[in-house]
């Protein structure tokens, strides 16, 4: 199993890549394309595993383990869900990503005191504080231009811990075990690397699965037990009100929203993507838990969770019709499944909307 679980989890991972990667082909849009290369990080991270499980680890596994799977993956991830939710209110949520992660790499510095961590943890911070506000001021006066910023976040991180990377030397064999289960663990990394993993990490895991909660919210049955508004033409006091508020009024007004959601799921009336999306924040939450429990030292269901959090992810696309109108051989004229529609309820969204298309507010 330790050589079968993250080999097929790889195989699922690249396989996910290639159909998003042909997607991207066809529509040309951005968020497909940075899911697609999330996705071929994952793969490489689970192929990783499966090969050291068979042969051995070695530095240059060890290595590429860790940038793929530990530090880009979820960053990726959530950056595409940016995109795809750049036209809408989202940024807020996205900056408050960044808020988090900033802190809880602060925070994790404080706990475990990695070894030549320096002032890191001070400028991730101050940086991930500049950035969301910048990500809140665009979306505050509607710019679209606010994943651009995201953009630069994750790029910018990616960036920086290749190059940290490439120039760290590791204490012989060149890479660390947890002794019980053989599972790869960072502590041979400068704290420099490792801080970056829970600031890409929370930004993208969390950006991946609010956006995927988003998404259902604005496609289900709503019942608005509390009243909020973004609008930026309200005045200054009543803004910050709302914008304290909404998230509570939106975790509300989603509770509030079940019941009706499930009402138009037995009748067949559900919009394909709300069941879709609720499947998507799944995985990300559990991506981001297994990640977080290995920093922890619990090592025990990292590569079970690692499958199980792809397979929410692949089915959840998959259920999307908006996603997948059609299923394919990606790269072909091979048809699995062919056209499917959406049946809306009455006043809800038209068939084929996108969350991206729906308009700010």
């Not at 999330?38 to 051995?56: K, N």
């Not at 030549?116 to 001021?137: E, M, Q």
């Not at 998959?318 to 072909?332: D, G, K, V, W, Y």
């Amino acid at each position: 199993m330790s050589v079968l679980l993250p080999g097929v989890t790889s195989l699922l991972a690249f396989v996910f890549a290639v159909a998003l990667l042909d997607q991207w082909r066809e529509r040309r849009h951005g968020f497909q394309l940075i899911w697609a290369i999330g996705m071929a990080f994952y793969g490489i991270a689970s192929g990783c595993e499966a090969v050291a499980a068979a042969g051995g680890w070695s530095e240059t596994l060890y290595r590429t383990w860790y940038l793929t799977g530990a530090v880009w993956t979820a960053g990726w991830l959530g950056l595409g869900t940016a995109f795809l939710l750049g036209r809408t209110r989202f940024g807020y949520t996205f900056a408050l990503c960044l808020v988090l992660a900033g802190v809880f790499t602060l925070l994790t510095q404080r706990k475990f005191n990695y070894a030549g961590a320096g002032s890191a943890p001070i400028l991730y911070l101050i940086g991930a504080l500049v950035l969301a506000l910048a990500v809140a001021i665009e979306t505050y006066f509607q710019n679209e231009r606010w994943p651009m910023l995201a953009a630069g976040a994750v790029i910018g991180a990616s960036a920086l811990s290749l190059v940290l990377m490439l120039t760290v030397t590791l204490p012989a064999p060149g890479y660390a075990l947890d002794p019980a289960t053989g599972v790869p663990t960072g502590e041979l990394f400068p704290g420099t690397i490792r801080l970056l993993t829970p600031f890409l990490n929370i930004t993208g895991g969390l950006a991946l699965a609010f956006g995927a909660l988003f998404s259902a919210y604005v496609f289900m049955p709503k019942r608005r037990v509390l009243a909020y508004s973004l609008d930026p033409n309200q005045a200054g006091d009543q803004f910050l009100f709302n914008l304290l508020i909404s998230p509570v009024a939106i975790v509300v007004n989603f509770a509030a929203s079940l019941p009706g959601a499930v009402r138009a799921l037995v009748a067949g009336r559900l919009h394909s993507r709300v069941l879709a999306t609720i499947l998507i924040a799944i995985g990300g939450f559990l991506a981001s838990g297994g990640d977080a429990l290995n920093r922890f030292g619990v090592t025990n269901y990292f590569q079970v969770g690692k499958f199980f959090a792809l397979l929410f992810l692949l089915v959840g696309f998959l259920i999307s019709i908006e996603a997948f109108r059609e299923i394919r051989i990606p790269f072909t004229s091979v048809v699995l499944r062919g056209a499917r529609q959406e049946r809306p309820a009455p006043g809800e969204q038209a068939p084929g909307t996108a969350a991206a298309d729906v308009a700010p507010g």
